[in-house]
Every structure is written in C-alpha cells, then in structure tokens.
C-alpha cells in the first residue's frame, strides 16, 4: 500500500470501473477523469447507469471490477477522511422534518466536524435565503425550500467532491436560478462538480461537459454548437460500440 495521501485532491479518475449485480451489468468498464473547477453532466434515460456513477464516485457503491481513484489513490487508502471531501444530493434529502432549518443544518454540521458551527450554519441559510424561516419546522417547507436547504446541508462540510442526482426536481423558476448561481459558484471554487438530469433546459449553459449513458455504458461529449437536447437526442441515436 502506498502512503497516506492528503486530505485533499483536485481529480477523480474512473479506471476501467465497472458495476454489476449478478448477470445484470449496472456500469460497463468506464474510464473517465473528472476535474477541479467543472461541472460535468449525466445524461441518459433511466436504468441507464447514471445512479449507479455516482454510487460508485460517492464510495457508497464498489466496483465490480477497476477502480475509483482520488487524487491517484483508491478510496481504501483514503479512510474516513475521503467521505468528508464528498458532497450528496440526492432523491432523499436527508432532511428531519419535526427540526427547523436551522436544527437540521446543526445536527450535520455536527456530524461533519464543522467548525465554528454557528457561522457555518448561518452562511449556508442565508446562501438558501431561508434566513426568515430558520426556526420553522421543515415539515412545513415546499419541496423547493426543502430542495435548497439539502443542497446546503451537503455542501456545508465544504467537499470537493459535489455529487447532484436530479438537483432540478420540483423547482420554480426562482429556486432553479438560486441552484444554478450555487453550482457555479462551486465550480469558481475548484469543486468537482457532477450532476445526473433529465432538465435540458436548466442544465443550459450550465455544464461544461456532458457523458452520456446508455444500457451501462458512457460516452463522453463536447459541449457547444447547439441546444443540449438537440445534441443528445443526437449521440443517442447514433450506434455506440
């Protein structure tokens, strides 16, 4: 085993991963480096592996066969020390209903090891303008509100890592905007940022490369010269080998 790495890292390289269950092939052999300071997208119909991606980059889910590597090392190496340079968003937001904003945000500042928590609680509600609602119980909060106040509860810990499964769900106009103005902040920051949609139109502009899948295999995509809806239907038609 090789040293301890840091407890930072600037890319993340899919080795020839791959995710299977049984005789189901979840993820083909993927190789794939993602980098700081870009917002990478995952497009593909469902079933297509796009979960199962960002299972595998999260180290909640191993790959079957190739590896996941931070910085050039296997999470193995990492420890405990890598989740905390992860951020996840996804369909559960990992929210308590029965605590307000404010509470919920403490108890995972809490649990990330944040500190001074006061001022890091505070930032993160008034970056999800919810600073009026900080005491209001969230099992009264839209799903919109509810959607802004998760995406700081996973960025309060200030990851490296930033990994969106349908970020764009159930939003108006006004918390979509605040949601993209976030992201690219991250990006202006040197987070690696990777986001699974099916919102063409909200991811406009906003990605600045795409990787499509299709049955459990990917295909890497230059963004420009056309609407991404136009460019996806595109690669999807096309015969993949």
């Known amino acids: 085993m090789s040293e301890h790495p840091p407890d ?3 890319a993340v390289d899919l080795a020839g991963a791959s995710r299977h269950y ?3 092939r979840a993820l083909g052999r993927t190789t794939l480096t993602l980098r700081r300071g870009e917002i990478v997208g995952l497009l593909g119909p469902n079933g297509a592996g796009k ?8 180290t909640l889910v191993r790959p079957s066969a190739g590896q996941v590597l931070y910085g ?8 405990d020390v890598l989740r905390a340079r992860i951020g996840v968003l996804g369909h559960d937001l990992f929210l308590y209903g029965d605590l307000s904003a404010r509470e919920n945000l403490e ?7 944040v500190t001074p928590i006061a001022a890091a609680v505070d930032a993160a509600l008034a970056r999800a303008r919810l600073v009026e609602r900080a005491g209001d119980r969230v099992a009264g909060f839209s799903r919109g509100l509810r959607q802004r106040l998760a995406l700081e509860r996973a960025l309060l810990h200030q990851p490296r890592l930033v990994l969106l499964d349908e970020p764009f769900t159930g939003l108006d106009d006004e918390s979509t905007s605040l949601l993209a103005a976030r992201l690219r902040e991250l990006r202006d920051h040197d987070a690696i ?4 949609t099916h919102d063409f139109e909200s991811a406009e502009g906003l990605v600045d490369r795409v990787v499509c899948l299709r049955d459990g295999r ?4 230059e963004v420009g010269g ?3 809806r136009g460019l996806y239907r595109r690669v999807m038609s096309e015969a993949w080998t």
């Not at 979960?51 to 999260?58: I, W």
């Not at 940022?193 to 699974?196: L, P």
């Not at 990917?218 to 995509?221: G, L, Q």
């Open 8 to 10: 930072d890292f600037t």
């Open 22 to 24: 049984g005789r189901r």
């Open 51 to 58: 979960s199962t991606l960002l299972g595998l980059l999260s």
């Open 72 to 79: 050039g090392a296997p999470a193995a190496e990492w420890g």
């Open 107 to 113: 108890f995972f500042g809490r649990l990330y090891g």
């Open 193 to 196: 940022v990777v986001m699974a």
């Open 218 to 221: 990917t295909r890497e995509v």
């Open 226 to 228: 056309g609407a991404l």
